[in-house]
């Protein structure tokens, strides 16, 4: 099986898997880099070309001036025009799917799949709003490290090992990643979310190990038509890994 890794404009690290025709780019979340796809890749591998990236700032990949989505959503662009075969096939986890979407609205692409990322950020505000003195201070490692414990709570123990091993935390990139959540009004984020969807027109499924309520689903398919959503219930936020092989099966499916 072909490997390759490398970076591009000496900024994105990214490595490549497998001799496919289709490129299927994964993208990580905050915090996190692309070994957390691990045990996903050689699976994906064995059907698609799997271009895995570090987002600026995470993993190999050095720091940029700003972590607007749109900034990430650039920076894997410029991977895949470097790199790719046409069009690609984009999931992300977390922030990586929320990046993931932004790149559907704003590149061409196959298909898109969003890992739990609700893309209701307003209710992400109220959710943050309160500890954003903690976060902007010292007890910055604490609270975060909170969060993503609660987060992999269905994960088995080795799994869990395996995450918190890799994990970086840099306060720097968490902080502008969320700088839009803390500075705008939530009629402002609804806004924003709102102009972003509206580009993705390709096929989008969105996988959610997290019940976010019965209001989610229609207000999903409001700003994107073409959306399929699915609850894995009591899934955690790492439904792809905890549920690898259904996972594998649903995205090759899905394309």
Request: proline share 7%; charged share 20%.
């Amino acid at each position: 099986m072909a490997f390759a890794a490398g970076t591009q404009g000496n900024r994105v690290a990214y490595d490549i898997t497998g001799e496919g025709d289709v490129d299927l780019v994964l993208i990580h979340g905050i915090t996190e880099n692309r070994k957390f796809w691990d045990p996903l890749t050689a699976p994906f591998a064995e059907t698609y070309r799997v271009i895995r990236v570090d987002l600026p700032g995470h993993g190999e990949s050095g720091p940029i001036s700003k972590y607007g989505i749109d900034d990430l959503a650039r920076e894997v662009k410029a991977v895949v025009d470097e790199v790719g075969n046409g069009d690609p096939y984009v999931v992300g986890h977390s922030l990586g799917g929320y990046v993931a979407s932004v790149y559907a609205a704003r590149y061409p692409v196959r298909a898109v799949v969003n890992i739990d990322q609700p893309l209701m950020l307003a209710a992400f505000k109220e959710q943050l709003e309160p500890a954003e003195e903690m976060l902007r201070g010292e007890a910055f490692g604490a609270v975060v490290g909170g969060m993503f414990e609660g987060f992999m709570a269905p994960l088995p123990d080795g799994e869990k090992e395996r995450i918190n091993s890799m994990r970086r935390p840099d306060q720097d990139v968490v902080l502008g990643v969320w700088d839009p959540i803390f500075a705008l009004t939530v009629e402002q984020l609804h806004a924003l979310v709102g102009e972003l969807l509206a580009g993705i027109t390709a096929p989008y499924l969105a996988i959610h190990g997290i019940d976010l309520g019965p209001d989610y689903e229609p207000w999903l398919k409001s700003a994107i038509p073409q959306a399929e959503y699915e609850l894995w219930a009591d899934s955690g936020h790492y439904p792809h890994l905890l549920h690898a092989d259904r996972f594998v099966e649903r995205v090759t499916a899905f394309a």
